[in-house]
């Protein structure tokens, strides 16, 4: 059963913008946290934005503050990234997540047990 599913990838110049979009399942999306994780080739996977559903806690990596933003959907139970000023380094497959816990006090990769199959980002210079 698929639960989360990613979308809005694309390729795009340095200082170029996209918008990721996840849309969860009703029972996904409901009072839980919902992440937005990348993976870079030969990297591990990291953090990106992580937010609960109502908005109520919102927390970004440090190299992504002040140029992405999340944001949540209620209406279509989605969850999504607008991504700006774009950097060759934001390049990788991006993954929504939720945690096991349904909250966003942990925040590792280890605490998400439900995953998106990810959506491609590539940011050329």
């Known amino acids: 059963q698929v639960q989360l599913v990613e979308s809005g990838g694309g390729s795009v110049q340095a200082g170029g913008s996209l918008k990721l979009s996840c849309t969860a399942s009703t029972y996904m999306y409901n009072s839980n946290c919902i992440a937005w994780f990348r993976q870079a080739p030969g990297k591990e996977r990291e953090g990106v934005a992580f937010?609960?559903?109502?908005?109520?806690?919102?927390y970004y990596a440090d190299s992504v503050k002040g140029r992405f933003t999340i944001s949540q959907d209620d209406a279509k139970k989605t969850v999504h990234l607008q991504m700006h000023n774009l950097k060759p380094e934001d390049t990788g497959m991006y993954y929504c997540?939720?945690?096991?816990?349904?909250?966003?006090?942990?925040?590792?990769?280890?605490?998400?047990?439900?995953w998106g199959p990810g959506t491609q980002v590539t940011v050329s210079s």
């Open positions: 997540a939720a945690p096991r816990f349904r909250t966003c006090l942990y925040r590792e990769v280890a605490d998400f047990v439900y």
């Open positions: 937010t609960t559903t109502d908005g109520d806690e919102i």
